[in-house]
């Protein structure tokens, strides 16, 4: 279904909400539009309906799903008390795109969603179509993002046609992802607040709101460094994600010494016969040659590049350029979360020059 860019309202882009409502509240699997990326959506009390979507993503049973609720009231059928940060946080960022780890009342939800935990990760998309159709489905929507596991996340409706045509029963198209990079995930108790995802809400925008601490934890990226065994708390955060085909490099330093840099490894990876990709800043891009140079954005605007960057990855393959190398981005603001797409698609190849 081809929902309007100006607009859900239009006889049609209601009726195809209602069908593919019904799908979902009737055991279906939906590929939907949320403002981060894509979701791939089913009633989060159906277990039949759950592994279905493992199943056509091809993911790992320990990685639990996010459950998109359409308002308040489908939030308290499905968790215990929580603590007054995260309701301050309800209060500051739904709809939007912050996801909130919460006490999961047992049995309200399919344990394939929770994998077993004894949380459920909540959230309320910003994005008029996602609440129309859960709200349509009338149950709360398990849906992780719209893509074969280990793919990057689908930005763009036929992004999800390319991963999961067949194996899907529906496909809502609202036209590009607004952020273009997955919900913050949090976590959060009394006086704490720990980030296991970064994303376009920032540790000092959750700082704020919670009026109280923020930790930053990337729990994939900790216990690589570490070696530590324990358990992560984002079951997610341990698999390699966002990857390209291609092995990519990011490249951190001053913009002359970066592409300095990059054109030399790039001229010997095109001397020894590879194909080369470069994702760069548009101040930047006229010091780069290759068989593909992708514009992510300017460097001004850090949101520009979060919401082309998992496009970018798929041209690239696309392509089928062997060899990537990525310009680093500032750290400020979503570019934290840009930062750590970048750091997971190059696989942790980050060379400061
Ligand atoms: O923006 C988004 O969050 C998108 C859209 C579709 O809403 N969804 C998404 O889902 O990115 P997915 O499945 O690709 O990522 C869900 C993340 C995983 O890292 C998973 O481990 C974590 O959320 N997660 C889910 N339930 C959790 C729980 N109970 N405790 C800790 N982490 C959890
Ligand atoms: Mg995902």
């Excluded at 067949?166 to 198209?173: A, F, M, P, Q, Y």
């Amino acid at each position: 279904w081809r929902i309007p860019e100006n607009g859900s309202e239009s006889p049609e882009a209601r009726a195809a909400i209602t069908e593919a409502g019904e799908l979902l509240g009737t055991g279906g699997i939906v590929a939907f539009p949320t403002e981060t990326v894509y979701g791939l959506g089913c009633d989060a009390a159906n277990t039949e309906a759950v592994e279905r979507v493992f199943a056509a993503k091809g993911r790992p049973s320990d990685n639990p799903l996010i459950v998109h609720i359409a308002d308040e009231r489908q939030l308290e059928p499905i968790v215990k008390p929580y603590s007054g940060t995260a309701a301050k946080l309800m209060a500051a960022f739904w709809p939007g795109p912050l996801t909130i780890v919460l006490p999961a009342l047992e049995g309200a939800v399919s344990p394939r969603v929770t994998a077993g935990l004894d949380t459920v990760a909540v959230r309320m998309p910003a994005h008029e179509t996602a609440l129309k159709l859960i709200a349509a489905a009338g149950c709360p929507i398990a849906a992780p993002s719209a893509n074969r596991s280990g793919r990057p996340s689908p930005t763009r409706a036929e992004h999800v046609q390319e991963d999961l045509e067949s194996r899907i029963d529906g496909l809502v198209d609202g036209g590009p992802a607004a952020v273009g990079l997955e919900s913050t995930v949090v976590e959060v108790s009394e006086g704490c607040i720990r980030i296991l995802r970064p994303g376009s809400v920032t540790a000092e925008e959750l700082a704020a709101a919670g009026g109280c601490e923020v930790v930053e934890q990337d729990e994939g990226a900790a216990g690589e460094r570490s070696g530590q065994p324990e358990a992560p708390r984002s079951p997610g955060m341990k698999y390699t994600h966002y990857a390209p085909a291609g092995s990519m490099t990011l490249v951190a330093g001053e913009p002359e010494a970066v592409s300095g840099y990059i054109m030399k490894e790039a001229a010997m990876a095109a001397a020894e016969g590879r194909r080369t990709g470069i994702l760069v800043y548009e101040e930047h891009a006229a010091a780069y040659e290759a068989d593909a140079v992708l514009v992510l954005g300017s460097l001004g605007r850090p949101a520009d590049a979060a919401r082309t960057l998992y496009d970018a990855l798929r041209t690239f393959d696309k392509l089928g350029i062997e060899e990537i190398w990525a310009e680093a981005c500032p750290q400020e603001g979503i570019g934290a979360a840009l930062m750590n797409r970048l750091t997971k698609a190059a696989g942790g190849r980050l060379i400061q020059v």
